[in-house]
């Protein structure tokens, strides 16, 4: 079974430039999460997708950041405009429905390391 | 709301010697609670979790966790590492009423084992 994988593994951008990030969750999980870990920091939560419906966004810093998550299966978020602070490693997981194997286990991506400069 | 406190951001050790990873957590109702493991270039891995049940919790590659209610804590132990136990050591907690099960992070301990 193929893990959560996520794309691009580093990304360096200037002030004021878009990226956006790709993951994609391990087949048939309907729970999708994407956390931050800002450099010296603890690793945060930005938002929570069921399929494809957004079930919490309280974490998302600000209107530059977009998720989505189209059909229901692989996700992406775009920064735009970057800014310096948005700097760090952003993780991809996800989880099985309640009522599966292990709903409680998220599985992570190895993150992607955004440097803004 | 939830915080998470990991008391040491390295710990030192020799190879062979136990170690213990401090983790406390403040929260007000019942939590869920992980470690999980991140070896360089990797994601997070699992380790250990506790839903309910023995407070003593044993995960892969040999470690093991206490859930202590009172003093708030769920420490990671080992009683003898390797060196491929180098990496850093994330404790998380989670609320059971929260449908979306969001997990909150402590700081993480970066674990080095030396010869």
């Known amino acids: 079974e193929a893990g959560v994988t996520q794309f691009p593994s580093h990304s360096v951008i200037e002030k004021g430039q878009t990226v956006t990030l790709r993951c994609d969750p391990i087949?048939?999980?309907?729970?999708l999460y994407w956390y931050r870990r800002v450099m010296g920091k603890e690793i945060k939560f930005l938002l929570h997708?069921?399929?494809?419906?957004?079930?919490?966004e309280s974490g998302m810093p600000n209107n530059r950041f977009l998720a989505e998550r189209t059909g229901g299966t692989y996700s992406t978020l775009k920064v735009q405009p970057a800014e310096l602070e948005d700097s760090g490693v952003y993780f991809c997981?996800?989880?099985?429905?309640?009522?599966?194997?292990?709903?409680?286990?998220?599985?992570f991506g190895p993150g992607t390391r955004l440097t803004v400069t | 709301a939830q915080s998470v406190t990991q008391l040491d951001s390295q710990v030192p050790v020799f190879e062979e010697a136990p170690v213990e990873l401090r983790c406390n957590y403040s929260?007000?109702?019942?939590?869920?609670l992980f470690w999980y493991v991140q070896y360089p270039n990797q994601g997070l891995q699992l380790l250990l979790k506790?839903?309910?049940?023995?407070?003593l919790v044993k995960g892969i590659n040999g470690f093991e966790a206490e859930f202590n209610k009172s003093q708030t804590s769920f420490h990671l132990r080992k009683p003898s590492v390797h060196i491929s136990d180098t990496a850093e050591y994330f404790c998380?907690?989670?609320?059971?009423?929260?449908?979306?099960?969001?997990?909150?992070f402590g700081g993480g301990t970066r674990l080095m084992v030396k010869p």
């Open positions: 997981a996800s989880s099985q429905a309640p009522g599966g194997h292990n709903p409680y286990e998220q599985y």
């Open positions: 087949s048939g999980h309907d729970n």
């Open positions: 997708f069921v399929k494809e419906s957004k079930q919490d």
């Open positions: 929260s007000s109702v019942s939590v869920y």
């Open positions: 506790y839903l309910s049940g023995s407070t």
């Open positions: 998380a907690v989670s609320d059971p009423g929260d449908a979306g099960n969001m997990l909150t």
